[in-house]
């Protein structure tokens, strides 16, 4: 891909800010960066999180790694630097839809630290929040909602994460979840409340 000239380019701002669209819609915009290895449960918790806000009245959205890779990231495949490119790709999305104020979640491997890294640096430290979806790789492979696990054991899927691709655990998750051992409501319930006493969102009954 070229670069464009960057000397030919300028941010536009609006006459409606950030701090307008939140007053309107009563609550912070925030990007939920959920991560973990595939069949963790990250997608399920993530639709569970969206369905729960939008009940209390808070305006959410899911980017989910699936969905994403059918259409602005259709061109990329699976090694290590189409993944980053990858995950660059999605934090730009969700900081534009956490600079409209929404609670954006996004659900993907994303595999690297570093990349993880790159994506809270490009967002700022309060509007990302990292959310790991703890289950081990056993209890992963056990689960193998897609059968992916035993494709990637057969050779079929190259550089499939946890088999003949690396996970890099976050060591400094703002909130951990025990997907391998506990069903989406727990989590979600768990992703709420922590959202709540963080004034992300306003309590059940505000």
Not at 36 to 49: C, E, Q
Not at 101 to 125: E, K, M
Not at 151 to 164: C, Y
Request: hydrophobic share 40%.
């Amino acid at each position: 891909m070229t670069e464009p000239d960057a000397r030919n380019l300028a941010w536009h701002s609006g006459e409606v800010g950030r701090d307008d669209r939140e007053r309107l819609l009563g609550h912070r915009g925030v990007t939920l960066w959920l991560t973990g290895l595939s069949g963790s449960g990250k997608s399920t918790v993530a639709r569970r999180v969206e369905r729960l806000l939008v009940e209390r009245g808070v305006l959410a959205y899911v980017l989910d790694g699936d969905n994403v890779r059918h259409g602005l990231n259709r061109d990329l495949g699976f090694g290590p630097a189409q993944r980053s490119e990858n995950i660059r790709r999605i934090a730009e999305v969700a900081k534009l839809l956490t600079d409209a104020g929404l609670v954006t979640i996004t659900a993907f491997i994303s595999p690297y630290r570093a990349d993880r890294a790159q994506a809270r640096a490009l967002l700022g430290g309060s509007d990302f929040l990292e959310i790991y979806c703890a289950a081990t790789i056993e209890e992963c492979e056990a689960r193998d909602p897609k059968g992916l696990y035993a494709r990637a054991r057969a050779g079929e899927i190259p550089e499939f994460t946890g088999i003949s691709a690396p996970y890099e655990a976050p060591e400094h998750a703002e909130l951990e979840l025990p997907t391998g051992r506990e069903d989406a409501d727990a989590s979600a319930r768990k992703v709420l409340a922590f959202l709540t006493e963080r004034g992300y969102i306003p309590a059940a009954n505000a």
